[in-house]
């Protein structure tokens, strides 16, 4: 605020400590703390300021003639007020001579208010150093600004002690924190909102990345995503966090927003739902746009959408590009891109450079392949790593591989963890095994479960089981089911882990794999579960499986199911199976059918493997000599 001052500030009344030979002391702010608060004293009533001009004009008292000055002054009547402050201050009052600094800096004279405050504040008054510390500050002279602030701080004053932490923190001055809390600790909402910024950028953080510079004390604000994730990286709420939450709460019952806010989010990571949304709700109702965007998610998370729809367009309205994206993705799931794309673009009207990238995936999934480049590529030269990833994918899928790989490298440099197995892909294409393990290690580090399984099979082929198993287990809490498949079949090997392969073998079994559920099938029948058996075998089997088909058909068999057994092997011996296509010929052979069991002998011979086309010759000979006959 300049020094002029904003002549809608509602004026703050402090009682002070009597002078000897005077009444009580009104002294005015000339500056209102930052964030609106101070207090709304309203107009006097009539009696009050009748009864101040009555003492004044039987008096002639100093002490009243401040009174009644102060209260003319709160009403607005500069002409009346001086008057009677010049008198005071003429006589000593060192509460008058701080008014009378007030109402000239009203009427425009700074300088000659910084005059009046000196005098006062040299006489003891907090409000009037003050006033003058922040006088001298917007003048550039911080060493003058830090001295009378520091007066008015250390004499109790609640706005002195935060324009001192304010200077303070400015210049990254420890101290800060000191006057913050003293300015809390006496009712001031921003002191106690800017101290729990302090405390909250002290909690632990779990996860690393570009949150906390964002979030420092007195930084620049941040989307509510990132308040969100944050608030999440500090859920346990010990500590600092738990001060900061403290203080979150004393400044947004206050009517701090901004408070309300980070309340909010703070509560939500805790699970603590419906008083975050509550907090969500007052924020968003004083006009905090990620507030609202806040309570949308909250909302879209509960199954109300329609509501969330509602406060993310008040948010997106009020420039919040978080929630336009939000309203872009609901318009998207419910098919109807036109509006999708509208407000994809306000959020890239707003800064959201996600906007960009959700264009491309809008684009891209209604193969405008072209234009799905462009906006990939505009969100990526603006450091969006999933779109280098994405528009790396574009450009790959197009034959351009020598332009994706330097967009995969951007983005992986950046943290993508999908361009980081991406360029596992890439390099192992090129038979780089080195470089493909190097980013399929990165990404399974960053805990990605595809790359995880790929480390656990290049480990394999190396002969190094312990360091694989490891990371097959990460696979496999990822839901992989490949890994899960090898992490079974690793098992499988030591009779002492049986019944833990057969888990894994179940697990990848009931996702669909094929390979797993026949694994499962032979566990099964080993221990006597034929219906089990033929269960998996019979998944396998119609999922496309030739092992599948082939041991479906040996358990038909066994259990005198002969014909069927032989359907199961005509399926298997059709997709390669040789062992299936030597059944087959052995069945016909027994039926008398040569030519068909010749048949069959010529397709296990072709297919293998050497013990079954060497058997399937020898019978190969033996039809043919029983035709010959």
Same mark, same amino acid.
């Given at each position: 605020?300049?020094?002029?001052?904003?002549?809608?500030?509602?004026?703050?009344?402090?009682?002070?400590?009597?002078?000897?030979?005077?009444?009580?002391?009104?002294?005015?702010?000339?500056?209102?703390?930052?964030?609106?608060?101070?207090?709304?004293?309203?107009?006097?009533?009539?009696?009050?300021? /009748?009864?101040?001009?009555?003492?004044?004009? /039987?008096?002639?008292?100093?002490?009243?003639?401040?009174?009644?000055?102060?209260?003319?002054?709160?009403?607005?009547?500069?002409?009346?007020?001086?008057?009677?402050?010049?008198?005071?201050?003429?006589?000593?009052?060192?509460?008058?001579?701080?008014?009378?600094?007030?109402? *000239?800096?009203?009427?425009?004279?700074?300088?000659?208010?910084?005059?009046?405050?000196?005098?006062?504040?040299?006489?003891?008054?907090?409000?009037?150093?003050? !006033?003058?510390?922040?006088? =001298?500050?917007?003048?550039?002279?911080?060493?003058?600004?830090?001295?009378?602030?520091?007066?008015?701080?250390?004499?109790? =004053?609640?706005?002195?002690?935060? @324009?001192?932490?304010?200077?303070?923190?400015?210049?990254?001055?420890?101290?800060?924190?000191?006057?913050?809390?003293?300015?809390?600790?006496?009712?001031?909402?921003?002191?106690?909102?800017?101290?729990?910024?302090?405390?909250?950028?002290?909690?632990?953080?779990?996860?690393?990345?570009? &949150?906390?510079?964002?979030?420092?004390?007195?930084?620049? /604000?941040?989307?509510?995503?990132? &308040?969100?994730?944050?608030?999440?990286?500090?859920?346990?709420?010990?500590?600092?966090?738990?001060?900061?939450? #403290?203080?979150?709460?004393?400044?947004?019952?206050?009517?701090?927003?901004?408070?309300?806010?980070?309340?909010?989010?703070?509560?939500?990571?805790?699970?603590?739902?419906?008083?975050?949304?509550?907090?969500?709700?007052?924020?968003?109702?004083?006009?905090?746009?990620?507030?609202?965007?806040? +309570?949308?998610?909250?909302?879209?998370?509960?199954?109300?959408?329609?509501?969330?729809?509602?406060?993310?367009?008040?948010?997106?309205?009020?420039?919040?590009?978080?929630?336009?994206?939000?309203?872009?993705? +609901?318009?998207?799931?419910?098919?109807?891109?036109?509006?999708?794309?509208?407000?994809?673009?306000?959020?890239?009207?707003?800064?959201?450079?996600?906007?960009?990238?959700?264009?491309?995936?809008?684009?891209?999934?209604?193969?405008?392949?072209?234009?799905? /480049?462009?906006?990939?590529?505009? %969100?990526?030269?603006?450091? =969006?790593?999933?779109?280098?990833?994405?528009? %790396?994918?574009?450009?790959?899928?197009?034959?351009?591989?020598?332009?994706?790989?330097?967009?995969?490298?951007?983005?992986?440099? @950046?943290?993508?963890?999908?361009?980081?197995?991406?360029?596992?892909?890439?390099? %192992?294409?090129?038979?780089?095994?080195?470089?493909?393990?190097?980013?399929?290690?990165?990404?399974?580090? @960053?805990?990605?479960?595809?790359?995880?399984? #790929?480390?656990?099979?290049?480990?394999?082929?190396?002969?190094?089981?312990?360091?694989?198993?490891?990371?097959?287990?990460?696979?496999?809490?990822?839901?992989?089911?490949?890994?899960?498949?090898?992490?079974?079949?690793?098992?499988?090997?030591?009779?002492?882990?049986?019944?833990?392969?057969?888990?894994?073998?179940?697990?990848? !079994?009931?996702?669909? =794999?094929?390979?797993?559920?026949?694994?499962?099938?032979?566990? *099964?029948?080993?221990?006597?579960?034929?219906?089990?058996?033929?269960?998996?075998?019979?998944?396998?089997?119609?999922?496309?499986?030739?092992?599948?088909?082939?041991?479906?058909?040996?358990?038909?068999?066994?259990?005198?199911?002969?014909?069927?057994?032989?359907?199961?092997?005509?399926?298997?011996?059709?997709?390669?199976?040789?062992?299936? @296509?030597?059944?087959?010929?052995?069945?016909?052979?027994?039926?008398?059918? &040569?030519?068909?069991?010749?048949?069959?002998?010529?397709?296990?011979?072709?297919?293998?493997?050497?013990?079954?086309?060497?058997?399937?010759?020898?019978?190969?000979?033996?039809?043919?000599?029983?035709?010959?006959?």
């Amino acid at each position: 605020m300049g020094l002029m001052g904003d002549r809608t500030r509602l004026w703050e009344t402090h009682r002070l400590v009597e002078a000897p030979g005077s009444g009580s002391e009104q002294e005015l702010p000339a500056y209102g703390p930052e964030g609106a608060d101070a207090a709304d004293a309203g107009d006097p009533a009539d009696l009050e300021l /009748e009864t101040a001009r009555r003492r004044a004009m /039987e008096s002639g008292d100093p002490a009243a003639l401040s009174m009644l000055g102060a209260l003319l002054l709160r009403r607005g009547d500069l002409d009346g007020a001086e008057r009677h402050l010049r008198a005071a201050t003429a006589d000593g009052d060192r509460s008058a001579a701080n008014n009378l600094g007030v109402l *000239v800096h009203q009427r425009g004279y700074a300088d000659e208010a910084a005059g009046w405050w000196r005098i006062a504040a040299v006489a003891g008054s907090a409000a009037a150093a003050h !006033a003058l510390g922040r006088y =001298h500050r917007e003048r550039g002279d911080e060493p003058a600004a830090e001295y009378w602030l520091r007066q008015s701080a250390e004499s109790g =004053h609640a706005l002195g002690a935060y @324009a001192l932490a304010d200077l303070l923190e400015h210049r990254s001055d420890v101290g800060a924190e000191r006057w913050f809390r003293a300015a809390a600790e006496r009712g001031h909402r921003e002191a106690a909102y800017r101290l729990a910024r302090i405390l909250d950028g002290r909690a632990p953080r779990p996860r690393s990345g570009g &949150l906390g510079g964002a979030l420092g004390p007195g930084g620049v /604000e941040t989307s509510v995503r990132e &308040l969100r994730a944050a608030a999440a990286d500090g859920r346990e709420g010990t500590g600092p966090a738990r001060e900061a939450e #403290q203080w979150y709460r004393q400044a947004a019952a206050r009517g701090h927003r901004r408070a309300a806010l980070h309340l909010g989010t703070l509560l939500e990571a805790r699970g603590e739902t419906q008083e975050a949304a509550r907090w969500y709700l007052t924020s968003a109702k004083d006009g905090e746009a990620r507030a609202a965007c806040a +309570l949308g998610f909250l909302l879209r998370d509960a199954g109300d959408t329609d509501s969330a729809a509602v406060w993310w367009r008040r948010a997106a309205q009020d420039g919040d590009g978080n929630a336009a994206n939000a309203l872009g993705a +609901l318009h998207a799931d419910r098919g109807e891109p036109g509006e999708a794309e509208r407000w994809y673009r306000a959020a890239l009207e707003a800064g959201d450079i996600n906007g960009a990238y959700n264009l491309g995936l809008l684009c891209a999934a209604q193969n405008r392949t072209s234009q799905a /480049e462009q906006w990939y590529r505009r %969100a990526a030269y603006a450091g =969006h790593r999933e779109a280098a990833n994405a528009l %790396a994918v574009l450009l790959l899928q197009g034959g351009d591989a020598a332009g994706a790989e330097p967009w995969f490298s951007k983005a992986a440099e @950046a943290g993508s963890v999908d361009a980081a197995f991406n360029l596992g892909i890439l390099y %192992a294409g090129r038979d780089e095994d080195r470089m493909a393990f190097q980013w399929y290690e990165r990404a399974a580090t @960053a805990g990605h479960t595809d790359a995880a399984l #790929q480390v656990a099979m290049a480990l394999m082929r190396d002969g190094d089981e312990e360091a694989a198993e490891r990371h097959l287990r990460v696979a496999v809490r990822g839901g992989n089911a490949e890994a899960a498949f090898r992490l079974g079949a690793l098992l499988d090997r030591d009779d002492d882990a049986r019944e833990e392969c057969e888990e894994w073998y179940g697990r990848a !079994a009931r996702q669909g =794999h094929r390979r797993a559920q026949v694994r499962l099938g032979m566990l *099964v029948a080993e221990r006597g579960d034929v219906v089990e058996a033929a269960h998996w075998y019979r998944e396998a089997a119609e999922a496309g499986s030739r092992n599948g088909a082939f041991n479906l058909g040996l358990l038909l068999a066994r259990e005198g199911s002969e014909p069927e057994a032989a359907l199961w092997w005509a399926r298997a011996a059709e997709a390669g199976h040789g062992r299936a @296509a030597l059944r087959l010929a052995l069945l016909a052979a027994r039926r008398g059918d &040569l030519t068909e069991g010749r048949h069959w002998c010529d397709r296990a011979v072709e297919l293998g493997p050497a013990e079954v086309a060497e058997r399937a010759a020898r019978l190969r000979d033996a039809l043919q000599q029983e035709l010959s006959a």
